[in-house]
């Protein structure tokens, strides 16, 4: 893709404002999903599993004798019935249903399909399983202390960490474990499937990759892809979560449709979804750090230990994708970064929005927060004086490129958002409030886009026009409410040179475009829309030879515009000259294709350049803390976001605002908690909306401003735009740093401020009490 193709035409239809395609049919209630596709065919069977009520344990015997005796129980599914792969994972270790070893509590031992839910639930609580209980490691300490890992063990390493250590000004060293996160997407997993009359398996999934669907179904079926279609509508919300995690359930259901020739639906009740579906890694990091005398960094060493649970699912990629995020917007020249995946009795972690950067950029930004008091100098200034410069390469070896928009988003933030004003605000309130302390923080992203294993940086799709003139798109993206199928809507629209009205998405299906890309890494515009884009202009050059003949111009001087096409002054609509190009033979199809240049990655190294470009942000937050409770309000947020040229600005400003928010409550509210004493040890304690605090409208800053930086058009990138679903997340670290400043405010100068994470407000009180213990020289404080 070359520079003169990033630019936009004039009147395109790329940058307009447009609300999501969906939006109205989501606030209707009129938008279906594949819950809702199961009351249109008949004889549906519902699918419930048999859970284990251990985390780990030997699988002796299962009795379905009692379960097949209720009535409308039809069938119960377990590893007996499976005719192909026992494996619904992408890396052979996670047997889709037990043979003899259950590996976390909740895991499936079996599936009981009914007449009706009620049955199949009957059903499942009749049938007898016994066990051998086991020994199970649970947290993440215990699977460290027991050296329980699995997978790779990769390294980084850059420069000379031994001798920046011998000659540093300053060194300073810690540990800091912090939790996971769970999706909790609005749609819960939900597979529906059934046969053909040709044979064909027919697969309504909601999954964020329906290729990979289509590859597991089959290989537990033992047939050929060919003879599986999965279809994708849209999703209610996936957050990573239906990246890996749906393939099971789709196998399950397909597999019932296969054995009874009937359809069958596996739709995961909220408990069950909490219960049996993997979460964002938790992580553990031990560091140890270097400054110069200009508090410069140095030197800087790591091990970082992932919860990875009891399979592998996507650990591997999700640390090294950690790794190479622990610079985040910092220059170090010399670092070295251990990783290793930690293997526990839990559900199987997986990816989730930020796919392990998110954790990776956490580890320097609490170092920074914790070491800046003991320095001297402010957080805010420690962060800008170790930021990347143009010329400067990351610890994998890749260029920074455009590092000097890293300075432009922090500055035009501290501008808008007034910065130095308000921290003379915050200082001006803290001094008179014994009780609530104000703190203002900002802090820096640089993210990496693309995905790490590179063979997935590619994309297909399918574009159809009519002899109306009217214009069909299947592309490989799936819709999860991010709103890619509006900017694919608003690229072909521009391509083609249409009104927006003239174009029409298809789901997405593996039977339209075959081999796709998860939806994923914040890559499904780019590489999506860079296909579709090229689907388009393979047809309008098309077109344009014929209309320069019809005009009796020169192929150069035809422009397509709003459904009209112009040279030397004659026009003629899209219409005719589409009816003429049917008339003329001429094809009105094209299957388009892209792949991202330039990418490189050498896993055994750690070395390369992964990354097509970087994302980079800058958030200001301020909070107010109660010394009483912990508890605190989140008064006002000020973003400064580079989205290059924007496809689609309501839409990004849309994923900026929800990405905050959500690492917002990933990083002070989300506490995943599991049983580590009693009977019930592994179970998940945080199974519910009532146990697990989700961000809500109360959460929302009262101010809360997003801008987009200015003359950002990246070079190389469909209509000069930017990837914008991940990056935002990672601008959250801004309140927790925030949190940290007023907890400063109860402590004497040059405390450094110890936060977990998530920063509860059980942990901001008990942050406070050893603040204020310092402030009065270690003795009790009430």
């Known amino acids: 893709m070359s520079i003169q193709e990033n630019q936009r035409p004039a009147g395109s239809v790329v940058g307009q404002r447009i609300i999501h395609e969906s939006a109205l049919e989501h606030v209707t209630g009129a938008a279906r999903y594949t819950e809702d596709l199961a009351g249109s065919l008949l004889g549906v069977l519902h699918a419930y599993p048999v859970q284990s009520p251990h985390a780990h344990a030997k699988l002796l015997n299962i009795d379905d004798s009692a379960a097949r005796q209720i009535p409308g129980v039809h069938l119960v599914l377990t590893a007996a019935e499976i005719p192909g792969v026992n494996d619904q994972g992408a890396k052979h270790d996670e047997p889709m249903l037990p043979v003899d070893e259950v590996m976390f509590h909740g895991q499936p031992v079996a599936w009981v399909l009914g007449e009706d839910l009620e049955a199949a639930k009957a059903g499942a609580a009749a049938v007898k399983v016994d066990y051998e209980r086991l020994d199970a490691l649970i947290t993440l300490g215990e699977a460290i202390a027991a050296q329980s890992f699995h997978g790779i063990q990769p390294v980084i390493s850059k420069g000379d960490t031994t001798q920046a250590f011998a000659t540093a000004a300053h060194i ?29 398996i027919m697969v309504h999934a909601s999954t964020q990759h329906p290729t990979e669907t289509q590859d597991i179904v089959a290989h537990v079926l033992g047939i050929d892809s060919h003879r599986v279609t999965v279809q994708v509508l849209r999703m209610g919300g996936a957050f990573g979560g239906k990246e890996m995690q749906p393939h099971g359930y789709a196998a399950v259901a397909a597999l019932g449709a296969s054995l009874t020739g009937r359809p069958v639906r596996v739709r995961l009740e909220r408990a069950r979804d909490l219960t049996m579906t993997g979460k964002r890694h938790g992580f553990h990091a031990s560091w140890q750090i270097g400054f110069d005398q200009h508090q410069r960094i140095t030197a800087l060493s790591a091990q970082l230990t992932s919860d990875g649970g009891w399979s592998l699912d996507l650990s591997e990629p999700v640390l090294t994708r950690a790794m190479c995020h622990i610079d985040n917007a910092y220059w170090i020249p010399n670092i070295q970064v251990r990783g290793r995946v930690a293997k526990c009795h839990k559900t199987s972690q997986t990816a989730f929005r930020g796919f392990g950067g998110p954790q990776g950029m956490l580890v320097i930004e609490n170092i920074l927060g914790e070491v800046a008091p003991k320095l001297g100098v402010s957080a805010h200034e420690l962060r800008r004086r170790n930021f990347y410069v143009p010329g400067q390469d990351t610890p994998y070896y890749q260029p920074v490129r455009h590092a000097e928009r890293l300075h432009r988003v922090w500055e035009q933030v501290l501008e808008s958002s007034q910065f130095a004003q308000r921290q003379q605000q915050v200082e001006v309130f803290n001094a008179s409030h014994p009780h609530a302390k104000r703190g203002l923080a900002i802090t820096p992203v640089k993210f990496g886009i693309s995905f790490n294993f590179t063979a997935f940086n590619q994309a297909g799709a399918l574009v159809l026009v009519y002899k109306d003139g009217s214009v069909l798109v299947t592309h490989g993206g ?305």
């Not at 593996?510 to 890494?521: C, R």
């Open 172 to 200: 300073f060293q810690g540990e800091f474990e912090f939790a996971g996160q769970e999706h909790f997407y609005l749609e819960t997993q939900s597979s529906l499937a059934y046969v053909e009359a040709d044979g064909q």
């Open 478 to 782: 799936t819709e999860m409410g991010q709103g890619v199928h509006t900017k694919i809507l608003q690229v072909a629209a521009t391509a083609l040179g249409v009104p927006l009205s003239y174009v029409r998405l298809a789901p997405t299906r593996t039977d339209k475009v075959p081999n796709t890309s998860a939806t994923a890494a914040s890559t499904g515009s780019d590489l999506n829309g860079a296909a579709v884009k090229n689907a388009c202009e393979q047809i309008r050059h098309r077109l344009q030879t014929l209309a320069a003949a019809e005009l009796g111009v020169e192929d150069s001087e035809v422009s397509f515009l709003d459904g009209v096409v112009t040279a030397q002054g004659r026009t003629m609509s899209w219409k005719t000259l589409v009816s003429k190009a049917y008339f003329a033979r001429i094809q009105l199809s094209a299957a388009g294709f892209y792949s991202t240049e330039g990418l490189h990655w050498d896993l055994n190294a750690m070395r390369g350049e992964p990354f097509k470009y970087f994302s980079y942000g800058a958030a200001v937050s301020e909070v107010q803390i109660s010394r009483f409770d912990g508890s605190y309000q989140l008064r006002r947020v000020d973003i400064v976001h580079d989205v290059g040229d924007s496809l689609s600005p309501l839409v990004d400003r849309g994923q900026i605002e929800g990405g905050f928010i959500q690492g917002t409550g990933w990083l002070t509210l989300e506490d995943l908690r599991w049983e580590t004493q009693g009977p019930n040890r592994g179970r998940l304690a945080t199974a519910s909306a009532s146990t697990y605090k989700l961000p809500s409208f109360s959460e929302m800053p009262p101010v809360f401003n997003v801008e987009f930086l200015d003359n950002a058009t990246e070079d190389g990138v469909v209509y000069g735009s930017k990837a914008v679903g991940e990056p935002p997340l990672m601008l959250a670290f801004s309140v927790r740093e925030a949190l940290r400043q007023a907890v400063a405010g109860f402590a004497p100068a040059g405390h450094s401020v110890q936060l977990a994470s998530p920063a509860t407000p059980e942990a901001v009180f008990w942050a406070v009490h050893q603040a204020r213990q310092a402030q009065e020289g270690g003795h009790h404080v009430d």
